[in-house]
């Protein structure tokens, strides 16, 4: 593959969404060229139902005469002008984004994203690896990455403690992105909460069909002739989160349960993956529950 | 392509469903052997859930020492000491299926089977359309297939008649396929029942997501990222009848409702054709409130 | 679906190349928020192989305050300023494309886009077909859409005279989009040249694989587990033109050729759609003898 | 998932290819009724063309009523009635496939395939990896699988001595699958030879479109809207084996060579594991240079 320098792969990207009116664009746009900005990666949506636009923008590093922060003071201005709704960042691609997995037993999501990071295909730096079994730890160890194990009591009404003794790992790490890569836990209001628009799930089915548990055996009852995936931000109703990614796989009347876990895997694996890395590039914006994603 | 001539084309398919036991394939396949049949496709599903087990088999019709009638004599013997439970057809390829067609304004459909029956791709008689409304007679009779105009009230409650003129004018064409072509009316109870397993929907959504009416309205709302069209035979609880056939295909936020009615209008063809050739070519074997389809 | 009412869809779609440098997105969006135009759709793509810049804007006709003609005299001025390279186009949505179709014997795509057309799925006035062969006449007039049969002698050395009757019909008609339907007839060079952005070919095998003649054979000789359909522009080198759409479809070894036409088919229609709604919605940028499509 | 006990998933696979006649699928399944053998799952295909005839059928272990040893003793006198070009294996699922791993420095197939034999989804034991570069040394280990470094001279005309190496070792795991997990070294003729239908390649593109070295570039060049993978036999025309799977991704004018790169590896993990267990699952039947695959 072409090598490539760090320089030339550093981006400064900023995400924003405002109330949407004639010359938007262009003031955002007059602001890079202001400094000599060359813009590398444009996306732009205008809403029709509800009034706002998006706009992600990725400007080459080495054509911004600043520092991020600077960067980001003189921006305040332009984004004040767009009104007080408008919410935006302004990310420096070369500060990878701090990510923190929770799992369970399941490895072949955990597998995935630490071969992705491994090969640089994700732009993170997995922080850690927390599961309420053992079973993964062997796996983050042989990445390099460390694990925490956090039991989880068989009463679903004792589990508070153990959710704040996630939370508490979690939020001592700083993350930018908290990956339920297979936790199969349902997280409590309050967690929801506090983790909202960090926290992504994988979910094992074509949301919103087959909500809840046991999804490829509603499958299999129902006789369905696709099954899916699904990669959604985590929110206090279960499996409705704003969904950032889908796929399906085609299955047929032969397929067992097993064999739908087996295909499914597959699906789970690239939805997550695809999604994360969305995330992490700042590329899903969240407005009214949906999505965009300037992928 | 290559011409081919009928005989070389024509099969008598055999499509058999019976409780499941060693040696039921030998049996079949020992039967068709003894009179020197060559059996030129064949499908076999032994379900581990129900104890059931399908097959379907294509045998070359030149190498069939008998009439379809006859066939059939000898093969109910076989049948019987499969059980008394068993399911059985044997049909002959070359008696093309009758087929009703049910539509109302949207002609994408309609347009679409008459075009595949044309060049021979449906192994179908199209022998009637019948419309609630007149907009698509003119399509049908520029294909020379009879259009009949039944209208149907505004009040759902008033509807019994229509539905009883429709029943009269499908059944006096004897049809082995009714097609629900972007038909838009719920069938009531008692007609669902009367067509049951001849009676053919395509419904706008990945079922069992977005039942009922205004499907992409739905999906729209959810913000998925895939759309979908399912083909299934018609029951009385709506939507939720044996599927035959899905598929989707993937929007984003850009698109609007109208972007999705336009996108969907493609798998909803390709779903719907797909399906009905496999019924028309027996294909598609019932159980359970499931398909098994030799596809 | 929602009613929308002409003013509300029509739009002016500026779409421009030109050499890339810093600055080029705020001057082109300046110069629209200058007059209050809204920007409802937006592409922008730099490209870092060949240092060039493409965009397509489409904005809301009734944000506009002046004609399309005075629109494009004041956007004359600004294309100046990015060079004497830059090529640019400002249609007006409101103004259907004129588009001739080329066919042979073959139906399902005419059938597909006229219907397609028919149901203003396309923005495009079919102004007439043109056939080889007679046998697609009657579909055409069925559609109120004018029928030219011009004869190819057997002796391809003798088909310029042909060609040259199909040049002035073709030209009579002034066409933005020649579309070869299944003409199957090899264009001479000179065709290509003065055709050149504006002639559409669908070709039934995913290019590069499979060039020249009967393609399903050469796939079914090799043994490949997908098939596929090309749209491309049409250039003096056979099937090399600037590739604008491609799809596949799956198939296994019990098909046979003519399953593979059939199952091709499907994709043919649905790669030609998609190509030529792209292309008469100013959606293709030609650079290079490859496309950049803002679908 | 639903636990399984080894007794209900032993299966005593037959797989067969032989020319073809009426009463072959007879004559096969009634020697397996003989002895109350159940067949779990069977498929079944007359080719036209060839006149052959291929069958596979899974019979639960648990029904038959001696030893694999004997039962192919037995079944060797069936296959003799069948003609004397019949090729037939009897596998016992029970005894996992012996799988040694070549590999070079690309991570991502090597990661994918242990992956999946250590979550049980692949049917094999994987004795070795062996690389001509230390990277993936520390993979392997970490999954417990033996790491071999080859070093391969620069100069191709003087690698013999390594391939030399390279089968010696390969050879001395007896194996019945050397998957070529992104070698990157292309096979002298005589080894081609040797390990004709044990050996299984991944090639980076949707072959024959790109054969040879960079495909992506290749690809990229031509301005595809689809890049693939191939899963193929290997034999002593480059890239030209009989093909077990192929798959595709879609790309756009925005990708470069590298996005290529990360968006096909998916595809070739995909491909490369399907075709893998296909082949470990006596799935796969060449006949002619061609495939049949009974997935």
């Known amino acids: 593959m072409a090598s ?12 924003l969404g405002c109330p949407d009116r004639p010359g938007v664009i262009a003031r955002i746009t007059s602001f890079i060229a202001g400094f000599g900005g060359s813009i590398v990666e444009a996306g732009y949506h205008s809403d029709a139902e509800t009034g706002w636009f998006f706009t992600r923008q990725a400007i080459a590093a080495d054509t ?4 991020p922060a600077e960067l980001r003071a003189h921006f305040a201005n332009v984004a004040a002008e767009l009104g007080v709704e408008t919410e935006w960042t302004l990310h420096d691609s070369g500060a990878p984004k701090r990510t923190v997995l929770l799992v369970s037993k399941e490895p072949h999501c955990l597998h995935d994203l630490l071969g992705r990071a491994a090969s640089g295909e994700l732009p993170a730096s997995i922080e850690a690896v927390i599961g309420n079994h053992r079973d993964l730890a062997e796996v983050a160890l042989a990445h390099g990455v460390k694990f925490h194990h956090v039991p989880f009591p068989a009463d ?5 403690p153990a959710f704040e003794q996630v939370r508490e790992l979690v939020e001592s ?7 339920l890569a297979k936790f199969m836990q349902v997280l409590p209001d309050w967690l929801c909460g506090q983790w909202a628009g960090r926290a992504l799930n994988i979910h094992h089915s074509f949301l919103p069909s087959f909500v809840g548990a046991r999804p490829y055996h509603q499958a299999f009852a129902r006789g369905v002739k696709l099954i899916g995936a699904t990669c959604h931000y985590v929110t206090a109703e279960l499996d409705a989160g704003p969904i950032i990614e889908q796929d399906v796989v085609r299955i047929d009347h032969s397929d067992t349960v097993r064999d739908m876990v087996r295909r499914g895997r597959d699906v789970e694996r690239l939805v997550l993956a695809r999604g994360l890395r969305w995330h992490l590039e700042d590329r899903v914006l969240v407005h009214g529950g949906k999505t965009v994603v300037f992928s």
Request: hydrophobic content about 45%.
């Open 4 to 15: 490539v320098s760090v320089a030339d792969d550093r981006r400064f990207v900023l995400s």
């Open 64 to 67: 911004v005469p600043m520092a």
């Open 156 to 160: 679903p009404a004792e589990r508070g």
């Open 173 to 179: 790490y700083d993350p930018d992105a908290i990956v």
